[in-house]
Nanobody
Framework: QVQLAESGGGLAQPGGSLTLSCAAS????????MSWVRQAPGKGLEWVAG????????YLLSSVRGRFTISRDNAKNTLVLQMNSLKPEDTGLYYC?????????RGQGTQVTVSS
């Protein structure tokens, strides 16, 4: 059974940082492309970042480029999203996704709120 458990969300001030983690289990983690998507209040899902199975190819939404980084530790079956210089528009529910853009296999999400 595929399980994706996000953690690390919370309240941050504008300009602050948060580190999101996703613990994956129930599948062969190192064979899958992984992503982070988010959903702002009242809006649809927005793909934020993706990383290939060995971590050599990374893609980031243009609005987060230079502020967010995505990484993975295949030995620990963990996906990480490091978020720096946070902005209020980064507020939303962040989901860990098995697969790339359009994949529907995701966890329960972790809430990120950026506010002063």
């Amino acid at each position: 059974q595929v399980q994706l458990a996000e953690s690390g969300g919370g309240l941050a001030q504008p300009g602050g940082s948060l580190t999101l983690s996703c613990a994956a289990s129930g599948f062969t983690f190192n064979t899958f492309y992984m992503s982070w998507v988010r959903q702002a209040p009242g809006k649809g899902l927005e793909w934020v970042a993706g990383i290939n199975n060995v971590g050599t190819e990374i893609y980031l939404l243009s609005s987060v480029r230079g502020r967010f980084t995505i990484s993975r530790d295949n030995a620990k079956n963990t996906l990480v999203l490091q978020m720096n210089s946070l902005k209020p528009e980064d507020t939303g529910l962040y989901y860990c996704v098995r697969g790339g853009y359009g994949s529907t296999t995701r966890g329960q999400g972790t809430q990120v709120t950026v506010s002063s």
